[in-house]
């Protein structure tokens, strides 16, 4: 029996400060950088225990200051850092929540920085909450999923407007050519064969939903439930808006 995945939530802290990366002249203000750090951890809750997946190193994403000040470019700048550093694979609605308060809170940073000619450096911490009923074992990580198991994954041709609905790797972030076959998982999210293949190795849930894939290889026992001990801390802001976290 599989657990089962009954509610989601999200929170997260948003902090802001002015670095000392001045522009070599007042006419190259606006190549200041404005460095983005994002950070993502997934909580599990089941019958009051608490599982942290491992935790994941900081995605760093370095733009510029003239870039953040036109709207657009702002916003295909977050939306890319959200994606690539897993937000959206987590939590599609929360981090598209997520990606707007970022966009509007970058307005004062951006202005004090291009007043002072200063670059600035944005930290964004994510924590996701999975609560789960059922028999759970199924979603510890790190436990490989059997080779058995992903021999019978479906293997599928992506076509533009077929059955599978994603249109790229969520993995390896790139878009499926027309007519390359994919790998699908039992929840039916589809990725490149190799790069799903690579992540079974180490982990028997998908990288999209969680979803366990059956039969995966490895004593579960050596994973067990634990509390989590994991508390973010940022320090020296200058802005910073911790109302969700």
Known sequence: ??????????????????????????????????????????LHFH???????????FHCYVYTLGEFLHDECRRQAISFVLFHGGAYGHDFL?????????FTFCNDPVESALNVGRGIEITVGI????????LVHSFVVGVPASSDAVK?????????????????????????DEGVEVMRMPCMHAFHGGCLTRWLESNHICPLCRHAIADSAGPRSTFPLHRSVFVPRFTDDLLQSPSRY
């Not at 076509?159 to 599978?164: C, F, H, K």
């Open 1 to 42: 029996m599989e657990g089962h995945l009954w509610a989601d939530d999200a929170a997260w802290f948003l902090q802001a400060k002015l670095k000392e990366w001045r522009p070599a002249s007042e006419s190259c203000r606006l190549s200041t950088p404005v460095v983005i750090k994002l950070h993502c951890t997934v």
């Open 152 to 176: 019978e994954l479906a293997v599928v041709k992506y076509e533009r407007g077929g059955d599978v609905r994603e249109e790229s790797c969520r993995i390896c972030l790139e878009e499926f």
């Open 94 to 102: 929360h981090a598209r929540s997520l990606e707007e308060e970022l």
């Open 47 to 57: 019958g009051g225990q608490v599982m942290q997946e491992p935790p994941c190193p």
């Open 127 to 134: 924590r996701f909450y999975r609560h789960w009923i059922g």
